[in-house]
């Protein structure tokens, strides 16, 4: 029984780590009734990531935050643990400083706010850990 366990474990790990090595693709869904909903493609590049936020729905003009949080998209950790560049007409481009397998590792989620002065009304939302588990045929 242990070998399964031990045997599965090393399969999800393989199989996130090679995902880790081309771009993750996740679903940025709707909160608040906010409309907006749009991607994040995340790009590995060595010890570090690209974020790549496409977005539709949102207000005109609006510079909005946007991070990636620990926790899921129902309940997220309010405090950043990566900033990334606000969503500016619908984009916004960020390398952090991790590498994409150690993203996927933790339960983390990729959150955009309404405004820098609305920062606690989330409009956006798309979890990391699940688009990486979705694309692997692993659920976890």
Known sequence: MKRKLLAG???FAGATLALAQQPVT???G???KSGERGTAKLTPEGDK?????????GPKGASQPAHVHMGSCSK????PKYGLSNVENGKS???IPVKLEDLMKDQTAINVHKSAAEVKTYVACGEIKEAA???S???G
């Open 93 to 95: 481009t960020t390398e």
């Open 76 to 79: 997220l950790d309010p405090n």
């Open 9 to 11: 474990v090393a399969l």
């Open 137 to 139: 045929g692993k659920k």
């Open 49 to 57: 990531t690209k974020v790549e936020i496409s977005l539709k729905g």
């Open 30 to 32: 709707p909160q608040n």
């Open 133 to 135: 588990t979705k694309k």
């Open 26 to 28: 996740i679903k940025l």
